[in-house]
């Protein structure tokens, strides 16, 4: 650090920033979510029936148990894509669902084809009898 004097300080990132490995991974969906967090969602969204229909692995079919799973999982690579796939597969059929539930929602808020007043039939109040004139 230059004090007092005029100095050129020359600022040299890290090597893991120069490399690209910051932290950020834009192109990795899986970033920061732990297996035990996928196979807890998986089987709380599913239940382990479905899973083992899914992905055929004994440990999810015979005598399942999240911390054998786990276990079978992070030594078995191919099990492990599966499950995962499946995962992504169950967060764009929920993204999906939320967007056209947004979309949904909006139109209902903004009907351009109906003014505040126009109200449906069954919400109107009822208008007053006329009154009286003898």
């Not at 004994?58 to 492990?80: G, I, M, N, V, Y």
Request: contains cysteine; charged residues 35%; proline residues 9%.
């Amino acid at each position: 650090m230059c004090v007092g004097r005029s100095c050129s300080a020359v600022i040299v990132s890290p090597w893991y920033v120069r490399r690209g490995m910051d932290g950020r991974q834009p192109n990795n969906p899986l970033h920061g979510i732990t297996l035990r967090a996928v196979l807890e969602d998986l089987i709380e969204r599913r239940g382990w029936e479905d899973l083992a229909d899914r992905v055929r692995i004994r440990c999810f079919s015979h005598d399942p148990s999240l911390e054998s799973s786990l276990k079978f999982l992070r030594k078995t690579q191919w099990a492990r894509d599966e499950v995962e796939a499946l995962y992504l597969q169950d967060q764009r059929q929920l993204e999906a669902k939320r967007e056209r539930n947004r979309q949904r929602a909006a139109r209902r808020a903004h009907r351009p084809d109906q003014d505040p007043g126009d109200e449906p039939p069954s919400q109107q109040e009822p208008e007053p009898d006329p009154p009286e004139t003898t």
